[in-house]
Structure formats: C-alpha cells, structure tokens
C-alpha cells in the first residue's frame, strides 16, 4: 500500500489530493516525508474569515505543516496556500481542514501528542516523538480550550467540596464533586 493510499484512509481531504510523498535524506538532519498537496481542480477556496467559499487570487509560498510521524520518520503536509477575495472580509488566506490558523502542526498532529502527554511527561512526549516541547504544551493548551470551550454544566446543581492532607506536611488534595440529586 502506497503512503498516499494510508494518507487517504486515516487524514481525508474532501477538496484537496495529496499529489506525490518523498522521502529526504540529507546530512546530518533526521530523515523525513514530505507530502505535497493540492487543491482539486473545481475546488475553491474557503475563506477564513466568515468560513464561505470565495474565489482565490493568487497563491503563497509553499508551507510546511507537521504530521503524525509514521514509522518514527516524521512526516510534513506541503501546501502553497491560496489568498482569497472576499467581499466581506477582504484578501484573507484560505482556511484548510488540516491546521488551524499559523500552526504549524496538523490538528491530527496536535490531538496525537496532547493524548500521549495525558501518559508521559511533557519531555518525555517530546523526545518519544522527535518534537520540541513548546509543540507538546501547545498541542496540551489546545486540548484544554477545546475541552473548556465544549462543556456542559447545564445538570449541575451544587456541587461539594473537600479538602484533604495527602501524605505528610502540608501537602493537599481538593475535591470537587456534584452533591445535586443525593438526599
């Protein structure tokens, strides 16, 4: 099975095809993939001001997004972005399915090393998964936004809370729980 063809099946671009994969080696730098992607012939562009889809201008320089590395060899999206015309919002730069904004790590990339840092320490995610770890705290301050940003308080009603010594000295624990519905 050709990279393409598992980039199809696990990261689907409705709008856009990944065109060719390469593989780089260069001295003294870790060897990597590169994934160039382009957009479908009748696809237009999204702006990324009010998210409709608008006609492009021009395009940018060619950008580089990080992925999932697979196979411990990290992989990297290639995309020359395209500039839209819109009436609303002006000459903005398209949004895309796979990032958000000027981050340079895919939203798959973000959610993947936000999950293992629930498992190891931030460090230690980032040296598993050749990355830095201001990518790891990132990906992490991401994840808690989306979480705050999606909860639902709507079926509490009064909540506890206690307060406890964990171990010797002054060391605490706080708990916070929902008391509503007990009698």
């Known amino acids: ?7 199809n099946r696990v990261e689907p671009l409705k709008s856009f095809v990944y065109t060719h994969a ?8 870790e060897p990597f993939t590169e994934v160039e ?13 009010c998210g409709k889809k608008r006609p492009g201008c021009d395009r940018l320089a060619a950008r580089r997004f990080e992925f999932v590395p697979l196979w411990n060899i990290a992989v990297f999206f290639v995309y020359a972005l395209r500039r839209v015309d ?18 340079h790590l895919t939203t798959t990339y973000r959610w993947f090393l936000a999950r293992w840092a629930k498992r190891l ?13 201001d990518n790891v705290f990132r990906a992490v301050k991401h994840a808690v936004l989306w979480g705050i940003a999606h909860r639902d308080l709507s079926g509490i009603e009064a909540i506890g809370v206690d307060e406890m010594q964990w ?11 929902q008391i509503s519905g007990v009698k």
Do not use: D
């Not at 390469?22 to 730098?29: L, M, P, Q, Y």
């Not at 992607?37 to 001001?49: D, E, V």
């Not at 819109?86 to 981050?103: I, L, Q």
């Open 86 to 103: 819109c009436p609303k919002c002006g000459v903005t730069v398209e949004r895309v399915p796979w990032a958000e904004g000027k981050e």
């Open 167 to 177: 171990r010797s000295g002054h060391t605490y624990l706080t708990l916070v729980y």
């Open 37 to 49: 992607i382009k957009p479908r012939a009748n696809g237009r562009p999204i702006c990324s001001g």
């Open 22 to 29: 390469i593989f780089v080696e260069r001295a003294g730098v």
């Open 1 to 7: 099975m050709q990279l393409k063809s598992i980039l």
């Open 121 to 133: 320490s931030w460090k230690e995610t980032a040296v598993a998964f050749n990355t830095t770890w």
